[in-house]
């Protein structure tokens, strides 16, 4: 069986079929990325005011440590000097810890950001890839359609068709049996009714 080249051969009903399924599609897509979107722009801009009040804290807490540690050497009591001591490293782990949460805000922001990138990418290539297999099924339907069309022409021109076979993926099949009867019934009856 030769292969058809072309696809679509019924423009209308191929390409209506094919964009209307696609809009539905897209538009529930659409939804969905809207919410994911709106969701996400909400998160970063939280993400981002937390990552502003967190560096403020790292600033004002920074500034008060070091304007107490700056005090005179003076000191005496053994227990303020380790206490001293003891706040040093109690500050430079909080400093870390504020740098760690501003960084990993600033990494869900951008991955929030590539995520919705990537979804959009996934949509576009889902869109293009459905289009193609709606076109070819359809083509299953518009093709038994279309050389049908062409055997009834060959009728009523009073030419006699040449049946073949349908493809094995094609549609309408018993249709197609139910008319191929239909010419044969007609060519008893002329063979009957010269």
């Known amino acids: 069986m030769k292969k058809r080249k072309q696809y679509i051969i019924d423009r209308k009903?191929?390409?209506r079929t094919t964009f209307s399924i696609i809009g539905v599609?897209?538009?529930?897509?659409?939804l969905i990325l809207g919410a994911i979107t709106a969701s996400v722009v909400y998160n970063n801009t939280i993400l981002k005011e937390n990552n502003s009040k967190i560096t403020n804290i790292y600033d004002i807490e920074n500034s008060i440590f070091v304007s107490l540690s700056s005090m005179p050497e003076a000191i005496k009591d053994p227990h303020v000097k380790q206490a001293?001591?003891?706040?040093?490293?109690?500050?430079?782990?909080?400093?870390e810890t504020l740098k760690q949460l501003i960084t990993y805000n600033s990494r869900i922001?951008?991955?929030n950001i590539t995520l919705l990138a990537a979804i959009l990418a996934i949509i576009v290539i889902e869109s293009i890839v459905l289009y193609i297999i709606l076109i070819r099924q359809t083509h299953r339907?518009?093709?038994p359609i279309y050389v049908i069309s062409n055997f009834m022409k060959e009728i009523i021109d009073g030419?006699?068709?040449?049946?073949?076979?349908?493809?094995?993926?094609?549609?309408?099949k018993d249709f197609?049996?139910?008319?191929?009867?239909m010419v044969a019934a007609i060519h008893e009856r002329e063979k009957k009714n010269p």
């Open 25 to 30: 599609v897209t538009v529930v897509t659409a």
């Open 176 to 181: 197609y049996e139910l008319f191929k009867e």
């Open 159 to 172: 030419k006699k068709p040449n049946l073949r076979p349908l493809r094995s993926k094609d549609e309408l």
């Open 141 to 143: 339907v518009s093709g």
């Open 13 to 15: 009903y191929q390409l």
């Open 84 to 95: 001293m001591i003891l706040n040093a490293k109690n500050h430079d782990r909080n400093m």
């Open 109 to 111: 922001v951008t991955a």
